[in-house]
């Protein structure tokens, strides 16, 4: 089993910066992707950004030039930081794991672990 710890959330103004923080631990194994997601109430969770099979990176266009994503391998962990947010950027961020190859990375169906969240409120 895998278990993911998502951190770093919080209130921010609207162009200001946050990074989160997504500890993985558990069961080692080789993954396909791992990415970041976020889902306001009310509405399907959606796909933010992600590190793909041979290490590409893709990013959602509404954030592409605004987050960035990164890791550490020896840490296990994967951040993302987001700059010049905005209140639309108001969601709860989750970190996710694909272990298959099967299934698009931006697909929240092919993910196969994902942690509990971590809150972003971005005020006008």
């Known amino acids: 089993q895998v278990q993911l710890v998502e951190s770093g959330g919080g209130v921010v103004e609207a162009g200001g910066s946050l990074t989160l923080s997504c500890v993985a631990s558990?069961?080692?194994?080789?993954?396909?992707?791992m990415g970041w997601f976020r889902q306001v109430p009310g509405k399907a969770r959606e796909f933010v950004s992600v590190?793909?099979?041979?290490?590409?990176?893709y990013y959602t266009d509404t954030v592409r030039g605004r987050f960035t994503i990164s890791r550490d391998s020896a840490k296990n962990t994967m951040y993302l930081e987001m700059t010049d947010l905005k209140p639309e950027d108001t969601a709860l961020y989750y970190c996710?794991?694909?272990?298959?190859?099967?299934?698009?990375?931006?697909?929240?169906?092919?993910?196969?672990?994902w942690g509990q969240g971590t809150q972003v409120t971005v005020s006008s």
């Open positions: 996710a794991i694909k272990i298959t190859e099967s299934g698009s990375y931006w697909d929240v169906g092919a993910y196969n672990y």
């Open positions: 558990g069961r080692t194994f080789s993954w396909s992707s």
């Open positions: 590190f793909a099979w041979g290490g590409r990176i």
